[in-house]
């Protein structure tokens, strides 16, 4: 199985960047590979574009509900993690007001849902994000390594109270790599679909107005998880900081009409 990952978003924290940094992930079975890249031939030249690599704020609006169109049929499941960056209590010292540790923080978050999901599929992920100035690929994997060795992220010390929610079965360090979109394209959907959830949730700076259309477009192919009972708010979309959750669910109706048990937030 492949994941493709990218961000949208402005990085920071305390009100330096967005208010919300989005976190996406496209994930494919090993089979599909091959139409996925087909699928995204036929946007690029659909869009005329001359970019080698797919961009989402160089997309008109019909453009981005044309390519939703055909990626609603298409063979990939997507996970989200959205951070509330403003969340983070400036009155106590904490490792999230730092920008790099709330990003891998996040990241951490999205990569546990990713294992989850190769688990499901029986497939080990192969982890692509998009390189970045924010990403360092060898941090993160010594970041995530400190989880598997019990040891806190955040400050490196043991603890052997500390959980650890990432699949290892399915996931390796060495499996988790950068590469620029001109370099691998797949990753043109991964900032798709951040960029479709950060547009439902984080106004226009200049309109100051939300546009959920283009999230409720491709809402079903969030992963709901393994069971039989739909829990998109845990699998799919996880909003951060969890306590806040049902808060977030509450402010935003694209969200609200999806939480089918209000008595459940966590789902």
Known sequence: ??????????????????????NAAICIKDADVGEMRRL???????NDSKRQYLHSRNLSHDDIHGISSWLRDAPWVGTVVATDTTSVDATQYTPLAQPVAHENYARKYLVERVSWYAAHVAEPVNLVFERSGSLHVLALREYLGRCRRKRDP????????????????????????????????LLGFADFLA????????????????????????????????????RLFRYGLALMPSPKQKEFIREFACLS????????PSQ
């Open 257 to 264: 009409s999806l939480w089918v048990d209000k008595k459940n």
């Open 40 to 46: 995204m031939n036929e946007c690029l030249r659909a």
């Open 195 to 230: 960029y479709a959830v950060l547009r439902a949730i984080e106004p226009n700076r200049q309109w100051e107005r939300l546009e959920p259309s283009y999230f409720e477009a491709i809402e079903q192919k969030l992963w709901r998880g393994p069971g039989d009972e739909p």
């Open 154 to 185: 955040l400050d490196g010390i043991y603890d052997d109270s500390y959980i650890d929610y990432l699949d290892w079965d399915w996931l390796s360090l060495d499996r988790i790599n950068s590469e620029p979109k001109a370099n691998e394209r």
């Open 1 to 22: 199985m492949w994941a493709f990952v990218d961000e949208s978003g402005d990085a920071g924290t305390l009100g330096r960047g967005t208010r919300w940094l989005v």
